[in-house]
Each structure stands twice: as structure tokens, then as C-alpha cells.
């Protein structure tokens, strides 16, 4: 659901940090650009790795990114697909954008968008029957129903960041330590919030149980500690970004903080029958959504003018100072992924919402599909 941009110094940006990936930056431009029908031979000469590429300056700054970009041409109609998310959820902006800059067209997809507002389970349930394909969403609410055994597989993390816990100035929370004993206001007590922070206050030797997670409507959380009924408040962007720019609240992390930086948070998952019958629709949609997101990192104020189109709450300059906070560069798929789904489900287990018994390790090879190899 990620840091403010003034927390990050001129030099440290998401666009400036070294990538790990940066060895296979040429080669992610080619497959990500490549048109639909071209995926396989582009993947035998990319050697595609586990994590996506990062481009410096956009996949733009790459003659043959620009060449497989105009280039590409659609062989026969384009494959219906409907894809499940948060209209009003900015870190699903790489969707929009693939949909209005054409990139999901170029990957010979005809996406239509489902605005889900239900239950995750609900949702997990509607991509496993096909009454949508695949969806967007944020890990920590997804994984716990993911457990139960929907037949739905994630096929890559889409960004990292979008998440923080704020604390009222006037009750003089200046850390996270000064939350012992106090009352944060969540939107639900099953929210990704509720259970990233959780797991952040465990770690930093605070007992979770010790804080009281009052529930009000997302739209009032702010309200709840202006009136004082609590003493923070755990939500994501747009909200939260537009919360702190008021002045009344200091910002005492994010889901980017500490060792948390290069962790994602919101994943794509597509149904599991679609991925056993055609992997190389799946594949198609996965690449496009990747796209998408590279581009939403290097371009975020045109990223943001598509995603206020679509009713995004904030100007489009804030809406694009959220994503250059967030890490939209930043897609780990593969054993990466696999790992980060892991260690979740670890620290989930340590919150109490992953039973004991359950072998987090085979969780991950279960719930993630490798649709690019």
C-alpha cells in the first residue's frame, strides 16, 4: 500500500540506487517490449532472471526497447482478459497505465478492468472462477486466503511501498516507541496495515497485543485522531501521503523502513487454470504489468495524470510524489519472489495469522507460478 519523497536524500531516489538487476537491464527491455506473439524467442535470447529489470532512465533510453516498442504489431484480434483492482488504490496505477499508454495492446491483450470492492476472499474466489482472470493486490492481505487453497498463483511483485503508520502531534507520538499502550485506527483488523505494522513494532520489541487497533472507515481514520479517540493511524497512500502533507501528523515508518526496503508489497496473480491452459497469455500479462510499473517508476507525473483519470484522490503533482516514493522500479519475481512470500508467511506466523504448522516454504512454491521462463 512507502516513505514520503522528502525522507529520501537528492542522491538516494529509486531511480538513482544501484540495481541488482542492472546486468539484465538491456536484456528486460527486449522482453518487456517484446509484442505478444514474440515472447519465446525473446525470453531464449533474454535468459530473463529472477527479478525484472530497472532502467535508469526509463526503457526509452534503450535503441532496441524503442525498436520492439514501435515495432510491435498485433498477429490476429487481441486476447480478452479481465484484470481485478482498487480504482482508488494508487499503487495499482501500472495498470491503467498499461491499459492508456497502450503497452497491454502491445502485448496483444484487450484488458478490461473489474473495480472490486469485496472481501479478498471474494476476490480470490472471482479470479479462481474465471469471473475475472487475475488481479492486483497487496501480499499481506492476500496471503492468508491464499493459504486456504484458492486456485490462484502470484506471478510477480508489482512495487514496494505505499503503507504508513502516522503519529498525532499533538499526543506527542514521535516514534514507534511511543506507541506502547496506545490506540491506532485501521480500516479493518484483517488490513495488510494492521499486519505489516504488526510485525514491524514485534521486531522493534514492542508487543502488538499491547497497542488497541480501533476500526473506523478509511476516509475518517485521520478524524478519529484529530478527536482523540486515538493516537495514530495505519493506512496506505493515497490517504495516508495526503494526511501527513496537512502538517498534524508525524510519519514513524513505512513498509519500506529498515530491512523492509527492497521487500514488495502489492503482487499480480492470475488464475491458475488460465496459467495451466495458456501459460503464454499469462506471460503476456505479466510482462505488460511489468512494463507498466518500470514505467510508472521513470515517468510517475505522466503515471499519475492516467491514474487521477480514473478518479485518484489528489492533485496529479501529489499523486506523482506517492509514486516516486514508492518503488514501482522494483518487481522481484522468481526465487526472489519466493523467498519475500516466504519470510512473510514467517512473519505472519509470528503475529498469529499463519498457523503454526504451516511449511512456509512450500507455501511459496505453491501459491507462485513461473510464467516467464
Known amino acids: 500500500m512507502a516513505s514520503d519523497s522528502n525522507l529520501l536524500p537528492a542522491d538516494d531516489t529509486p531511480h538513482s540506487r544501484p540495481s ?3 546486468l539484465l537491464a538491456g536484456a528486460g527491455a527486449l522482453s518487456f517490449a517484446a509484442p505478444f506473439g514474440l515472447f519465446h524467442a525473446a525470453n ?5 532472471g529472477s527479478r525484472s529489470s530497472s532502467f535508469p532512465g526509463g526503457g526509452d533510453d534503450f535503441p532496441i526497447c524503442r525498436v520492439a516498442a514501435t515495432s510491435a504489431v498485433n498477429e490476429g484480434p487481441a486476447r480478452s482478459l479481465k484484470l481485478a483492482w482498487n480504482a482508488t488504490a494508487i499503487c495499482t496505477s501500472a495498470a491503467p497505465v498499461a491499459k492508456e499508454r497502450g503497452i497491454f495492446a502491445r502485448h496483444g491483450l484487450d484488458v478490461e478492468f473489474v473495480n472490486f470492492g469485496g472481501s479478498t476472499e471474494q476476490l480470490l474466489e472471482a479470479i479462481a472462477t474465471g469471473k475475472a482472470d487475475a488481479g492486483i493486490g497487496m501480499a499481506l492481505r492476500w496471503l492468508k486466503p491464499l493459504e486456504q487453497g484458492f486456485d490462484v498463483r502470484i506471478t510477480a511483485g508489482v512495487h514496494g511501498g505505499c503503507m504508513r503508520v502516522l503519529g498525532s502531534k499533538a499526543a506527542g507520538i514521535n516514534s514507534l516507541e511511543d506507541l506502547k499502550g496506545k490506540t491506532i485506527a485501521i480500516s479493518d483488523q484483517a488490513s495488510p496495515t494492521k499486519n505489516f505494522f504488526s510485525i514491524l513494532l514485534l521486531k522493534r520489541g514492542i508487543d502488538p497485543e499491547s497497542i488497541q487497533w480501533r476500526q473506523y472507515p478509511s476516509n475518517l481514520l485521520a478524524l478519529a485522531v484529530d478527536k482523540g479517540e486515538a493516537q495514530a493511524l495505519a493506512d496506505a497512500d493515497p490517504l495516508t501521503f495526503l494526511w501527513l502533507k496537512e502538517g498534524k501528523l508525524n510519519e514513524l515508518a513505512t513498509n519500506l ?4 526496503a527492497s521487500r514488495t508489497c502489492c503482487v499480480l496473480a492470475i488464475r491458475g487454470s488460465l496459467i495451466r491452459d495458456d501459460k503464454q497469455v499469462a506471460a503476456a500479462l505479466t510482462h505488460a504489468v511489468l512494463e507498466a510499473g518500470d514505467h510508472v517508476a521513470h515517468q510517475p507525473e505522466d503515471a499519475a495524470a492516467v491514474f487521477s483519470a480514473y478518479g485518484g484522490k489528489g492533485s496529479v503533482e501529489d499523486l506523482a510524489a506517492m509514486l516516486r516514493s514508492h518503488t514501482h522500479h522494483d518487481h522481484p519475481v522468481g526465487s526472489d519472489l519466493k523467498q519475500q512470500i516466504a519470510l512473510y508467511a514467517d512473519e505472519l506466523k509470528l503475529v ?4 503454526p504448522s ?3 516454504a512450500k507455501f511459496a512454491e505453491r501459491v507462485y507460478a513461473d510464467v516467464l521462463s
Open 358 to 360: 504451516t511449511n512456509t
Open 257 to 260: 523502513s529498515g530491512e523492509y
Open 20 to 22: 541488482r538487476r542492472a
Open 44 to 48: 531464449a535470447l533474454t535468459g530473463l
Open 352 to 355: 498469529n495469522v499463519f498457523k
